[in-house]
């Protein structure tokens, strides 16, 4: 991928970002064919370095969406992985946390769902639901029962600027000890985001995709935009910056995420597991053994009948 595609959708960390800022509906100047022609080859590499990266069993790769509803989280899973062996890889999909998770603080829920080594684990929504809908919604933070916290006015500017450090040093932690974090802001458009919404109602295939709820959050458009701008400040950091995707496009959405996951796996350098002198000694002999020819069957005669008189 080009160096000035990779930078236009990048959230250079350390610096302040506003989603505006990025656009939803850019294409690199690529045409619907190209894009998913690269898609194409994209998830055949993919395909290829899952297979390195689950034998050399030393990394583990946490792909992580966030976006508004009706964005194309679900589709960009399904097409950009497509390749993918389901073996080596896990989704998850965080949605209201449980009584048991409410018990625990907010990221007991995100290990239990990390991947293992040699593995790809993708999260549909994830912790930062915890500084998205519960920043517009600020009385979500109180079912976690924390501490001092008792009332929607406790919750101020030091504890979301604590919780996105908690955050960081959590990624932090994962990149130091081997896993690889790749962040993905499905950037749609309020117009988009109201076609792919009606599409949903007109469509009787599409309708179980269809919540009121959708709707109702909708209405807080600007008070997400502004929670997202927050997060990419804040949070996309070196070891793990947040790529804004323009998701107006569905087929350039795709291309590129599939290209961002590809060229990071890739600069891992995996191979397969160099085998030990003795291992190699006892794959010749194998070899050997299978290739030996069978020894001859002793031919029986058999004894010529009596012609009748």
């Known amino acids: 991928m080009k160096k000035e595609i990779l930078k236009r959708i990048t959230a250079k960390p350390g610096e302040k970002h506003k989603v505006s800022d990025f656009k939803t509906d850019y294409t690199a100047g690529l045409s619907k064919q190209k894009g998913e022609k690269l898609l194409e080859e994209s998830i055949d590499k993919l395909s290829k370095l899952q297979d390195k990266l689950y034998a050399q069993d030393r990394y583990s790769i946490l792909i992580i969406f966030q ?16 390749g993918i062996n389901p073996q080596g890889c896990q989704v998850f999909a965080f949605k209201q946390p449980s009584a048991e998770e409410l018990d625990h603080d907010y990221l007991w829920r995100i290990y239990k769902c990390l991947p293992e080594r040699g593995r790809i684990g993708i999260f549909n929504r994830s912790h930062y639901e915890d500084v998205l809908i519960a920043k ?15 009332k929607t006015e406790d919750i101020d500017d030091k504890f979301w600027e604590k919780r996105y450090r908690q955050i960081n040093d959590f990624e932090r932690h994962l990149t130091e000890n081997g ?39 909708r209405a807080y458009w600007d008070n997400y935009m502004e929670a997202y701008s927050d997060m990419l400040t804040h949070t996309s950091t070196d070891e793990a910056p947040w790529h804004v995707i323009p998701a107006d496009n569905k087929w350039f959405m795709r291309y590129i995420i599939g290209q961002i996951i590809s060229d990071r796996i890739e600069e891992l350098d995996l191979h397969y ?31 010529k009948k009596d012609k009748k008189k």
């Open 273 to 303: 597991p160099e085998l030990t002198d003795e291992a190699k000694i006892e794959i010749e002999n194998a070899k050997k053994s299978m290739t030996k020819p069978q020894e001859e069957k002793p031919k029986i005669k058999k004894e």
């Open 179 to 217: 896993t690889i974090v790749l962040k993905f802001f499905l950037n749609v458009s309020h117009d988009e985001q109201e076609k792919r919404f009606l599409a949903r109602l007109n469509d009787e295939s599409k309708n179980w995709k269809f919540s009121a709820a959708d709707l109702k959050e």
């Open 67 to 82: 976006a508004m509803d009706a964005a194309g989280k679900d589709g960009t899973i399904k097409h950009v992985m497509s």
């Open 136 to 150: 517009v919604h600020p009385a979500i933070v109180l079912n976690g029962k924390l501490p001092n916290i008792t």
